[in-house]
C-alpha cells in the first residue's frame, strides 16, 4: 500500500484540537499509531493497529460494491485509524462556489455525493454474524461546509419552497468546540460518521446515498467518539466503509445536508459477534442503546422501529411483550435522523438506567427551544408542517433569511416523534435557543 500524503492537521488545526480532545498530546504524540503516521507509515502496526489514509487507492466516490477490492485487512479485535475526504473526491473545500458544487452533482449522476474509505476487510466475519464497531475518537478538518442545491434538481426537503441554491463554509473552532453560523449565532461541533456501512449482500454497484439494513448512510447524529455501533454482516469479511463525515448535524437534515467535513482521524475498534443475527444497526452509547428504523415511506420506518425495539427490549429486559411496550411507552425516546437519503430514518433512545418516565415533548416554546408541532396521520406530513413552521419562526422572530433559516434548520433542529396513537402521529421539532449568543 503507498505511503500517506499529509494525513495530520495542520500545526495550527492540530493545536486548536487540543482542548475539544483532551487526550491529544500537544507535543510530539506518545501513542504508537500516531508515531507511526507521523513516520509515513502504512500498514498493520504492531498492537494490533492498522493505519489507513485517504488517497486517491483507498477512496471511492460515491458507489458501495462488494466487489471492491480490500484496502485493509484485520483481524477481530484490531482497531483501524482512518482518514476521509470531504465530498465529490476532495472538490468541495472552502471557498467553492454553488455552481460548482451543483456541477459536481449534475455531472456525475447516479453516485452519491459521498467520498467514502474503504473497503476494510475484517477476518473472520461471515454472513450471520455482527460487527461491532466502537468508535474511540473523531478528529475533524478544522472546516466544513452545508449546501443546498437548486430546486430543480428536487433534492433536499423543500425544493420548491427554496429554489435557489446556497453554500455556507464554516471554520470549526475546535477549541471551543463551536462554529460561527452568522455573526452572534453559534452552533456546537459535534462530529459523528454520516457514513459507517458494510458491503450489501447483492452485487454490483449502489449509490451511497440510500442506508439500510447494511447500515451506510444512517446520519444518525447520536454516533459520535464514544459510542458503539452494530452492523449485521452480509458477505466474508464484512468490508467496511466511513465517509460522509460530519462536524454538525440537526434531526432531519432537511435542506439535504450536514456540516460535510472530513475526519483526519477516526479510531475504531472493529470486532466479531459470531452468530448474532441481527435485522437492522443498533447503537450503543455510555447511557443508552438506540434502535433504528428505515424506509421511503416514513411511517413504515415508523413500524420497522417500533418492532426492533419491542424485540430489543424484550431480549434485554427479559420481559414480556406487553411489558416490553409499557417500557417503551415510559423511557423510549423516538426522534428522526434523517429524511432526505430517499429512505426516511427513525431510531429510539432507551435508557441503560430509567430514572423518571419521559416527560411529554413540548408543543409550545420553552425557555430552551422554539418549538413547532404537528399532528397528521401520515408521519411525513406531520414532519413536514412542524419543519416549516421551525423555518417560518426563524424568519419572523429572528429576522434570518429564508436560505438561512433553511440551513440553520438543517443543522440544529432536533425532530422528534411523540405518542403514537391510531391515525394519529405527532413531531415535534425543538431548535436551542442557546445558539444565539452575546456579541
Known sequence: MPNRRDFLLGTTA?????????????????????????????????????????????????????????????????????????????????????????????????????????????????????????????????????????GDLKLGQFPSVFPEAQVKHF???????????????????????????????ESGQYSTVPPGPFGGNLDCRELVQGTTIYLPVFVDGALLWSGDSHAAQGNGEINLTAIETAFSELNITVSVMKKQPLSWPRIETPTHWITMGYDRDMNKAIDILNEETLKFVAEWKNLSSA????????????????????????????????GEKLAPNPTTDTDQNFVAYATDADAMTAMNTAAMEIIKRLQQVKGLSALNAYSLASLAMDARLGRLEPGAKSVHCLLPKTLWVRG
Open 171 to 201: 471554520y470549526l473552532d475546535l477549541a471551543r468546540g463551536k462554529t460561527q453560523f452568522l455573526p452572534g449565532i453559534e452552533i456546537p461541533v459535534r462530529p459523528f460518521p454520516g457514513i459507517l456501512g458494510v458491503a450489501r449482500a
Open 14 to 150: 492540530a493545536a486548536a484540537a487540543v482542548s475539544l480532545y483532551p487526550k491529544v498530546q500537544a507535543q510530539e504524540p506518545k501513542r504508537p499509531e500516531m508515531k507511526a503516521l507521523k513516520q509515513g507509515y502504512v500498514g498493520q502496526y504492531e498492537g494490533g493497529v492498522y493505519l489507513l489514509p485517504a488517497t486517491d487507492e483507498t477512496v471511492q466516490w460515491g458507489w458501495f460494491n462488494n466487489a471492491e477490492p480490500p484496502r485493509a485487512r484485520i483481524r477481530s479485535g484490531d482497531t483501524v485509524v482512518m482518514e476521509t475526504m470531504m465530498a465529490s473526491l476532495n472538490q468541495i473545500l472552502p471557498g467553492v462556489p454553488i455552481d460548482e458544487i451543483t456541477r459536481l452533482r449534475v455531472n456525475y449522476p447516479g453516485r452519491g455525493p459521498h467520498t467514502i474509505t474503504g473497503p476494510i476487510f475484517v477476518e473472520g466475519a461471515m454472513p450471520g454474524d455482527v460487527l461491532k464497531i466502537r468508535i474511540n475518537r473523531i478528529v475533524p478538518r478544522n472546516y466544513g461546509a452545508n449546501w443546498n442545491l437548486p
Open 323 to 354: 411489558d416490553a411496550k409499557q417500557f417503551i411507552e415510559s423511557y423510549g425516546d423516538v426522534r428522526v435522523a434523517e429524511i432526505v437519503n430517499q429512505l426516511k430514518g427513525v431510531y429510539c433512545m432507551l435508557p441503560k438506567k430509567p
